[in-house]
């Protein structure tokens, strides 16, 4: 299948762009790296940072005798977009484009008009770009579990009938997200279901959770073809900080109670997902939503969880609270369905002990790269403060 | 109280301004002749073409005594913005800026990024212009009837309880409109709300039906006060529409069936609404959503409510059903609960065989300028097509 693949230097897409390639499709990445732009000028640098897209893909050339195009390009332009397009004719587009940080967002105004700019920007120039250049293209976009918040009810997966006065009728489920960026996603759900219903696109629309794991077919081959990893308070998720705390032999930081609870999955589930998506394409006006994860934790339960891991490895650590940097519920209901990945036969790999082990042997041979003042939260959700970042 | 008003030169802009002016208010406008510039490039002109804002306030002036300060900028340029905002130090900010039109941001790719970009970048804008210089500011935005669609249970007055599973909880009303331009409204209520439980802005949104009516108690003193009169297919309503069609002496266009169905509301009423709004500003962290009309009708109806008032006057004037360029149903349930104004004291101003019959002197007035070609359908809701556009 002949695939564009947007955002294809960033956490997940390197590894999809890979696992794509490796299964014989023809894979065309682009990457403008604003997600490295933005790491650099915020202090966030990762702990691995890949190579540039060029080399990795020489690298992967060499590794498999597979073929990653690269164009390093800005989706947000359309000329860009339209390049692309033109030159890869593609059957399905992965849009996972998106300045990816909930803190960034939430530093100030200038991060907020970037962020939602250039998602919007993407969003759009993804749907115009297919209207015009790829009309029966499959638009695979990555949202985020975040987008619905943490409703008192039954998260469904991305719809809900609703039973009102005697009468009920199917909408999208409400969506109330708890940072900017996260709500920029809600926006571009809502903008792919308008062009879907009423211009007739295929889109299925990803509603992921936390992603963890460094280890993949391809990116063991290499050092070179590890994706990145962030373990910064801005670009890092929490499982990343914990294992770099627990490499690094400090504590833990738990923001506030800790009862914060979210749907996680493994980096290798998300590429199953995204095959599973790949092979089963949706009618022309359908947007479908899927719920990408596979067990739920508490962020408490994910600190016991390297904790243990770690005391197998010989390394004991503690864990510390800290005021809450964001606004969020810290006990909350949380019970999503995520049966659609289920029923196309996704089979998880749940976050063992075993798989946290490898993510720790990996940090730790990148132990004395650890900042340890990437660590703690420098982003408040207040307008009023203003954030020293370096 | 000190009120910004955004969009100030328009059908609803500049009749709020001179109205609040009249009762005593420090009003500052702002507008950079946006939707000017879109109806002359689409060859969609107003009948009534009202004068620049600087002559439109002298003349103000000399009628009433009372001052309505003009910026011509941009609110789309957060400079602009931050220049108002210091200089007016607003109580309350109206936020009427917004490309207006449905059919002109269905054009095609430009116009819909352009809706998409200014509507959005102005809201924002006002966010954070209230955030930053005078958070206690009262935000009144400009929504519409038209983001939650046609649905087949009872629109409620913006949030609705789902229970679901044996549980329950409040949601924002699940949105789906039937154009970009609405569906950029819809994307603003997802940013207004994001802000107001983040960061604690207040916030009433309005959900108004399509506004009739030239006459207010100042636009009726000199001909250069009244607002702008758009009857064309892309900046004009329907009702316009219908009541230029009958003083042209042609048949009223009616597109398809006729059935769909809307809320409406005089002009008079859009006034009343803004001031109970402005005097009943809301607690911080607050968005209020009011549904902002006074009667439903289906086209058909409004049809021939113009028949019956053009009668009065010895106009006989036909119908004529035309293919439908939008997608929409044109027989569908509607329901809308519209009791938020009422409390808070709305007296409704009907649409009466009176108030058309007024309406239609005011237009006889403008007869000789009626351009025909204007009335017919231009824009279709479909992306493959290529407009022909003046």
Redesign the interface.
């Known amino acids: 299948m002949r695939i564009a693949l947007l955002g294809g230097d960033g956490y997940l897409g390197w590894p999809t762009a890979m696992d794509l390639a490796s299964k014989g499709h023809d894979v065309w990445v682009i990457d403008n790296y604003l997600r490295r732009t933005l790491a650099i000028q915020t202090g966030s640098e990762p702990l691995i940072c890949a190579p540039n897209l060029q080399l990795r893909a020489q690298r992967f050339r060499e590794e498999t005798g597979s073929e990653i195009r690269v164009h390093v390009g800005d989706c947000a332009s ?1 000329e860009e977009m339209e390049r692309l397009f033109r030159e890869s004719q593609p059957e399905a587009v992965i849009h996972y484009a998106e300045q990816p940080s909930a803190p960034y967002s939430m530093i100030g ?1 200038s991060q ?2 970037l962020t ?2 250039n998602n ?2 993407v969003t ?1 120039n993804t749907i ?1 770009a297919v ?2 250049f790829a ?1 029966e293209c499959h638009i695979i976009k990555l949202g985020t579990m975040g987008e619905y918040g943490t ?4 998260i ?1 997966e991305g719809w ?1 009938e ?4 005697g ?3 199917k ?10 960026y996260h ?1 920029t996603k ?2 571009d759900t ?2 792919l ?2 062009y879907a ?3 007739g696109i295929r889109v299925t629309d990803l509603m992921q959770g936390p992603v963890y794991g460094l280890a993949t077919p391809q990116s063991l081959m290499h050092d070179d073809l590890l994706p990145n990893f962030h373990y910064d308070d801005i670009f890092g998720t929490v499982l990343n900080r914990f294992l770099t705390q627990a490499v690094a032999g400090i504590p833990l930081t738990i923001y506030g109670e800790g009862g914060q609870t979210r749907g996680y999955l493994n980096l290798l589930d998300t590429l199953q997902c995204i095959n599973l998506a790949l092979g089963s394409p949706v009618q022309r006006g359908e947007l479908r939503i899927l719920n990408q994860f596979t067990e739920t934790f508490a962020v408490t339960e994910l600190a016991e969880r390297v904790q243990r891991a770690a005391a197998t490895m010989g390394l004991s650590v503690g864990v510390q609270h800290v005021p809450n940097p964001r ?1 969020e519920k810290e006990r909350h ?1 949380y019970q999503p369905v995520h049966t659609g990945f289920a029923n196309l036969g996704l089979r998880p790999h749940l976050l063992s002990d075993e798989a946290l082990s490898e993510m720790l042997e990996i940090v730790s041979r990148y132990r004395k790269d650890i900042d340890l003042a990437k660590m703690l939260p420098r982003v408040r ?4 403060e203003t954030h020293a970042l370096a």
Chains 1, 2 share one sequence.
Do not use: C, M
């Not at 409703?151 to 039954?154: A, K, L």
């Not at 909408?171 to 900017?180: C, Q, T």
């Open positions: 359309f105004r907020a008009r939602l700019q919007l920007s759009f115009w209207l015009e009309p409703p008192n009810i039954d469904e809900i609703i039973s009102h006065k009468r009920s009728d909408f999208l489920y409400p969506r109330a997200a708890g940072s900017l709500t809600v926006l809502d903008l279901w308008f219903r009423t211009y606004k209901y959700w207040s307008s009023t």
